[in-house]
């Protein structure tokens, strides 16, 4: 098969998604459209990851993230240019949009350019936060764009959920993460104090004022430590003095300090479903997440982790974590059996894979 994926921010969980796809489908030929946001992460150093015997790449210049009708309708224009001039190369079996921005204007310029399979995954409905202001305008844009066209598949049960609640047809597939390379067990490095990781960019998305207030009630407590793995813009909003945040890292150095966590913790306003908290649980981690959309799906609560609503909460349990270590080998034996169960990468790429081609 032939697959496009348009990709406006080609950077962070959406180009591990994307990734994800090209490398559990082998024998498919996929072409990346994709813009750049170069304050995260420029382009060349996300495809550096990608496979190459399967991959074509090309840029969409024009794209960028904020809503500027101007530069959006030239993106929308570019665009069409784009999939007409590969649709004049050789069939198209589908279309693939990551991310609202992409699916907005994908869906309309798949419309002009006569490309009817078209499959829209928001990573993160983009009407779940802001004011009621903000959430009506992007609920109202949503509906625009589903009544173009386009199946919207979301990434998770609840990400679904807040979709057909606002009367948009929806489905659902379970994002995944990679088993089988794990299938040895990465060790724990034992670390002296009691450690609490998150991993993801520093942006109001991820509530990084909330990990601060929690973090900061153990401020004086020598024996806790929390970690961020990842930067961004609202990497200042990390004040309390037992926080450290990494910036970006490798891969491998990345799983190697999730894996000395005796807590993985997510303070996200919502999600579509976090691959670095996928990470988290195929090594063994217990999760505390914030009840939200797409982190609600990954918990079962009291066995591999546990959902909060506040800071408060989140201490409480945190305290209890502490207080009863030895259970917390047994969460992480659920949390990695979890993960095989419902969030294997092997799983996600059959199911899309059967979407395409069906």
Known sequence: MRIVHIVEPFASGIATFVRSLVRGMPNDRHIIVHGERGQVMRSDAVIRDFPRHNVEFIRWRSAQRYI??????????ELRTILRKLKEQGPIDAVH???SKSGFLGRFACRVAGIRKVIYTPNGAPFLSGSWLA?????????????????????????????????????????????????????????????IVTCGRIIGQKNPALFNEIAAYFEEFDDFEFLW??????????????????????????????????????????????????????????????????????????VNGDLFDSAQDAILKILRYYNNREMLPIMGEHSKLYCEREFDVQHTSAAYRHLYAS
């Open 229 to 302: 793995i990842g930067d961004g813009p609202d990497h200042p909003l990390l004040r309390s003095k037992n926080i450290r945040y990494t910036g970006w890292l490798p891969t491998p150095e990345t799983e190697r300090l999730l894996s000395t966590a005796d807590i993985y913790i997510s303070t996200s306003n919502f999600e579509g479903m976090s691959f670095a908290v996928l990470e988290a649980l195929a090594l063994h981690r217990p999760v505390l997440l914030k009840d939200c959309v797409g982190n609600k799906d990954i918990v079962t609560k009291g």
């Open 68 to 77: 500027r009708p101007l530069k959006d309708l030239h993106a929308f224009f």
């Open 97 to 99: 949009l990551h991310s």
């Open 135 to 195: 959430r009506s305008f992007f609920q109202l844009l949503e509906r625009l764009a589903a009544a173009i066209g386009g199946l919207v598949v979301c990434c998770s049960r609840s990400e679904c959920s807040a979709y057909q609640a606002i009367g948009i047809n929806a489905v659902f597939i379970n994002n995944g993460v990679s088993i089988r390379r794990r299938v040895k067990r990465m060790l724990r490095l034992r670390t002296l104090r009691f450690r």
